[in-house]
């Protein structure tokens, strides 16, 4: 299974952009990068995702290297609504069936 | 929109006793998915489905079984609770295989 490694807390101050990596060397060429965060003990929330070009929504940003080995999330103007355990996930093709498989996150702090 | 909905919020058992979690999402969608979420762990995938009928095991599937007799619900049962299933239970839905996943709010459960 293709592994995620994130670091395990990070602190960002309100309103600057937040910049969560992800490391996944062993992703393979068909395998997408996903995000999802997790508010205190709420459900996980779908981010973004994407293969290899980088990607926008209204939440995020996504830039993946072009090796893919690795990834950032952006926050673009972080609140404090944002502190969240934020998950990088690569999505795991397994003899026909797929599934994500949740590491254990980088706890993001944004501070006032 | 309802989304996932998860029955009930909070459960104490005592060992050996049986229940059902229920799980149910007005989406149409497909695949469905149940994780525990442990402190530390990370979210970690019970069973999963691709549609009505089929199910298959995710990585710790011991003590758990699920059916999908239908679009809309899956429950997850334990048939002899153990001290070891005191989790935070998550149930998810997506279109299919590899859509971004909703997320229910949980059902935490205690096992004394």
């Known amino acids: 299974d293709a592994k995620t490694t994130q670091p395990t807390s990070m602190d960002c101050a309100e309103g600057r952009a937040a910049n969560l990596p992800c490391n996944h060397s062993t992703i393979s060429g068909n395998e997408y990068v996903y995000w999802y965060r997790q508010i205190h003990s709420q459900g996980p929330q779908y981010i973004i995702h994407g293969l290899k070009n980088n990607e926008t929504n209204e939440m995020a940003s996504l830039i993946i290297t072009e090796d893919r080995k690795s990834s950032t999330l952006i926050l673009p103007h972080a609140t404090l609504r944002d502190t969240a355990v934020y998950y990088c996930?690569?999505?795991?093709?397994?003899?026909?069936?797929?599934?994500?498989?949740f590491g254990k996150g980088t706890k993001l702090t944004v501070n006032p | 929109n309802a989304g996932v909905t998860q029955t009930p919020k909070f459960q104490v058992l005592k060992t050996g006793q049986s229940m059902t979690l229920q799980c149910a999402q007005d989406m149409n969608h497909e695949y469905m998915s149940w994780y525990r979420q442990d402190p530390g762990m990370g979210l970690r995938l019970i069973h999963y489905s691709v549609g009505a009928g089929i199910t298959d095991q995710g990585e710790v599937p011991n003590g758990y079984n699920v059916s999908r007799s239908t679009t809309e619900d899956f429950p997850l049962r334990l048939l002899s609770a153990a001290p070891s299933q005191t989790s935070v239970y998550f149930c998810?839905?997506?279109?299919?295989?590899?859509?971004?996943?909703?997320f229910g709010d949980g059902t935490r459960l205690s096992i004394l």
């Open positions: 996930i690569v999505r795991v093709a397994q003899g026909g069936s797929e599934k994500l498989v």
């Open positions: 998810a839905s997506s279109y299919f295989i590899g859509q971004p996943q909703h």
